[in-house]
């Protein structure tokens, strides 16, 4: 069963500040990632993505994510933050068994200070 | 190009009461999957539903039970609420079945019993 874990439930980073929020996954085939980002009251909006290839995978808003295999690794970055980024960040799995059961980690709260 | 809608916004029920959301997928997507997501929690997967049939399933009870009608549209039915029903219920949508396929969710629905 595939599993998720985000190890920081805060992260706090001045604006200008590079960001990284953390996760690290389980799965039983091969992973396929996901990162979402929850403003308050809203529902989930998608970030970016690693498939396969290229272990740096960028998206929206300047977010990019590594993908690291021997460390079940997949954290989320930004060279500079802004206020605006302060939302509450997911990391997903899924794997490439049939079905789309995605697990959602726990989240992890950004918060970015002017 | 109109995202995922879900209605009602907001839903107040009372203990024992049936309840019915529903949901409108992406424009040009075929497959719906529920998710609960609790106060503070990551989101919770529910149910998925492709070609009008239920395809995977997560650890709900029977209580939830939903439908996919032929224009995409789903609904998600509550049985007998209980407090612990009250959560903020995502609907996602995406095109086919793939793992890797990338979930696009609505604003939710937020379901208090009281």
């Known amino acids: 069963a595939q599993s998720v874990a985000q190890p920081e439930d805060q992260v706090n980073v001045a604006e200008g500040n590079p960001l990284t929020v953390k996760c690290t996954y389980s799965?039983?085939?091969?992973?396929?990632l996901f990162w979402y980002v929850q403003y308050p009251n809203r529902g989930l909006q998608f970030l970016l993505k690693?498939?396969?290839?290229?272990?740096l995978v960028k998206g929206s808003y300047g977010f990019e994510a590594e993908f690291n295999k021997s460390q079940t690794s997949f954290h989320l970055k930004k060279p500079s933050a802004l206020v605006s980024d302060s939302a509450l960040y997911f990391c997903a799995v899924s794997d490439d068994n049939y079905g789309q059961n995605f697990v959602f980690g726990p989240g992890t709260r950004l918060s970015v200070l002017p | 190009d109109a995202g995922v809608t879900q209605s009602p916004t907001h839903l107040i029920k009372t203990r024992g009461q049936q309840v019915t959301l529903r949901c409108s997928p992406k424009?040009?997507?075929?497959?719906v999957s529920w998710y609960q997501q609790a106060l503070g929690q990551g989101p919770q997967f529910i149910f998925q539903y492709y070609e009008e049939e239920e395809r995977q399933r997560g650890n709900f009870p029977d209580r939830f039970s939903g439908h996919q009608f032929p224009n995409y549209s789903s609904e998600l039915n509550v049985n007998a609420l209980l407090l612990g029903d009250s959560a903020l219920y995502l609907c996602?949508?995406?095109?086919?079945?793939?793992?890797?396929?990338?979930?696009?969710f609505g604003p939710g629905t937020r379901l208090t019993v009281l």
């Open positions: 799965v039983s085939g091969n992973p396929y």
């Open positions: 690693y498939i396969t290839g290229d272990n």
């Open positions: 424009s040009g997507h075929d497959t």
């Open positions: 996602a949508s995406s095109l086919g079945l793939a793992n890797s396929d990338t979930q696009y």
